[in-house]
């Protein structure tokens, strides 16, 4: 059984706290760790270790010697990668595949994309005149924000947590990461690569534990926490915003949604069901950018909806394992029942259940897993749990729409803005849509296509500030204006 220990000022430890908590296979309900689980304590001694690392060298490093230690992070990762593999299947129970071939290589690909950014970024500069006819001249430097606080969900670990600590570690911050409960693992890997490679001591550190009254309250509510980040649902972003304001520090959030894709009839059938079979079933339905409402055309409505079935339906649930499984579990059993009462809801509120609705026969060595099935429903009205709640399990609505501006007010009604997807040949369609949909992120004719330059975020409730590229910077330094008079 694996003990997860927090990694604080450069070494793991299990705190003062005595207290621990067990973490559950999410594919067969097996106990496969023991957490150590941080208080006041360990996290206090967390902040006094990343501000002793901002005082020392890591503070006066330069920003080309921070980059190649960033590269060196990447490199690491890529090193372990079978371990960062094995940990993040053990917490998650997806399958071996979506690892090996999405969320751990993005661990190691978010450290060289913002080894690169920080080194390659411009400041302004301005001359302007004086009355002396002389003139000065200003220009911006960055300063890191100091201290960032860390807070992670469980749905892609790694990804989620590096898109944070590898800009925020560029930019010369100190962290201290909160990974989610449910998911430990790749937080504490992550420890051990930044000793490999030489990162000083306490500019990496991570707590584990809950959030209120435990680790994740206590990093908020820390007086020597600079700026926070978080991403995770938006009523915990209310509660950690709450704390924020004590000591007016930033924060960053990257929220929930309640994403939508819209289909023309003239839109690709192949290209638009497999991204559509992704965004709604990939990791189970756990991704924050995933389709629970989808919109289609009413002459292509019924042939979308069959189709759709038939690739819900083609799913395998298996242990990650098992090179044939397409499908893994919920995170947990709680997230499970959660999903369960949704699917309960759906019907209850008149729902047509074209597939699914239900749990899956499992055999005997996975039963105690948290398995669901696939889901689509149609029928659904507008005002309906299923149709606005975010549910985060594998599951939509599909209805029909006739015209452009019934489908831009369908899309648009909701608390949420952070993703949508339209499906179309019409060029100028799809522009128009584009604008039209109040999101933070719309692709066209794909779903989750990723370039990690670009501003990631949400509109509405599903966020505040941009990730990515130069926008992280942003969250993640000071500028300060220098005026020379000249
Ligand atoms: P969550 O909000 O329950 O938990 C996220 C983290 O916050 C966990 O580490 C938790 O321990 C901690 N936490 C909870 N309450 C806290 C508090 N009061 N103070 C400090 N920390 C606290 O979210 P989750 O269930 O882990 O993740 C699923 C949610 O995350 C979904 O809503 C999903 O849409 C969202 N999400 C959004 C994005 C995005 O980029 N917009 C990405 C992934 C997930
Ligand atoms: O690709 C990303 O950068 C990102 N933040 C993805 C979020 C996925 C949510 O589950």
Request: aromatic share 8%; charged share 20%; proline share 5%.
């Amino acid at each position: 059984m694996t003990q997860f220990m927090h990694f604080i000022d450069g070494a793991f430890t299990a705190g003062t706290s005595g207290k621990t908590f067990e973490c559950r296979s999410p594919h067969n309900g097996a106990l496969i760790g023991l957490a150590a689980e941080g208080g006041r304590a360990e996290v206090d001694a967390a902040v006094q270790a990343a501000r002793a690392a901002m005082r020392g060298p890591w503070g006066r490093m330069s920003v080309e010697e921070r980059s190649d230690l960033m590269r060196a992070v990447a490199d690491g990762i890529t090193r372990r990668f079978d371990d960062f593999v094995a940990a993040e299947m053990a917490d998650t129970g997806q399958p071996r595949k979506m690892m090996e071939h999405a969320f751990i290589p993005r661990g190691a690909a978010n450290f060289k994309i913002f080894a690169d950014v920080v080194k390659n970024v411009a400041t302004e500069s301005f001359q302007m005149p004086t009355p002396d006819g002389r003139g000065a001249l200003n220009y911006a430097i960055r300063k890191p924000k100091g201290v960032i606080g860390v807070i992670c969900p469980w749905n892609a670990p790694l990804l989620l947590m590096t898109w944070k600590v590898a800009p925020a570690l560029a930019c010369g911050n100190a962290v201290i990461v909160k990974p989610s409960e449910e998911t430990p693992g790749t937080a504490t890997l992550l420890g051990e690569v930044m000793n490999e490679v030489g990162v000083p001591r306490g500019v990496y550190n991570v707590v584990h534990g809950f959030g209120p009254n435990s680790a994740g309250g206590f990093l908020t509510e820390h007086a020597g926490v600079d700026a926070i980040t978080f991403t995770g649902e938006t009523r915990t972003g209310t509660a950690i915003m709450k704390a924020a304001a004590e000591g007016l520090r930033d924060v960053s959030f990257e929220l929930g949604g309640k994403n939508s894709a819209i289909v023309f009839a003239d839109a690709d059938m192949d290209v638009t069901l497999e991204a559509i079979g992704r965004s709604a079933f990939l990791n189970c339905g756990q991704v924050c950018l995933g389709t629970e409402r989808v919109f289609v055309e009413r002459p292509l409505f019924e042939r979308f909806v069959a189709a759709l079935k038939e690739r819900a339906e083609a799913l395998k649930p298996g242990g990650p394992e098992d090179a044939g499984t397409s499908f893994g579990p919920l995170i947990s059993q709680e997230h499970r029942e959660k999903v369960l009462s949704y699917y309960a809801r759906a019907v209850a509120d008149g729902a047509t259940v074209v597939t699914g609705g239900g749990v899956p026969e499992m055999p005997e060595e996975l039963a105690g897993g948290n398995w669901v099935q696939p889901t689509i429903w149609t029928g659904l009205a507008d005002d309906s749990a299923a149709v606005n709640e975010e549910i985060f399990g594998p599951c939509c609505h599909v209805r029909p729409f006739d015209t452009e501006d019934e489908v831009i007010g369908l899309a648009n009604d909701t608390e949420y803005g952070l993703s949508a997807s339209i499906f179309t040949t019409d060029l100028s369609c799809a522009h128009r849509m584009a604008e039209a949909i109040d999101v933070g992120i719309t692709w066209i004719n794909s779903w989750f296509l990723r370039d990690l330059r670009t501003p990631f975020g949400g509109s509405k409730h599903s966020g505040i500030g941009r990730e990515g590229g130069v926008h992280s910077l942003e969250f993640y330094t000071e500028l300060r204006n220098v005026c020379v008079k000249l």
